[in-house]
């Protein structure tokens, strides 16, 4: 039986996935995984957690990493809603 940080581990070698679907995956808060995958950065060496930031679908404006948590809802350079959010990945 895997932990849940080993299952972490495993989910984000296989593919890349955001903090959100993994949340959705283990039904839990997203406060609780992003505590989970920064212990697992700290955990995989020499492997690496690779992050893509969030950004905009519609014009691929990219936002900062400022904040990891939640996803920006809106563009701030077109104004649409359509964001994809970060995606993060073990390699
Ligand atoms: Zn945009």
């Known amino acids: 039986m895997l932990t849940r940080r080993e299952e ?4 984000l070698t296989e593919r890349e996935s955001s903090l959100q679907a993994i949340a959705n995956h283990f039904r839990t808060d997203l406060k609780e995984i992003l505590e989970d995958v ?10 690496k957690l690779m992050r893509k930031p969030a950004a905009c679908k519609s014009c691929g404006f990219p936002f900062k990493e400022r904040n990891r948590i939640k996803t920006p809802s809106k563009c701030p350079r077109c104004r649409k809603e359509w964001i994809q959010p970060a995606l993060f990945r073990i390699e």
């Open 8 to 11: 972490i581990v495993q989910l």
């Open 38 to 47: 920064q212990h697992v950065e700290q955990t995989i060496r020499p492997k």
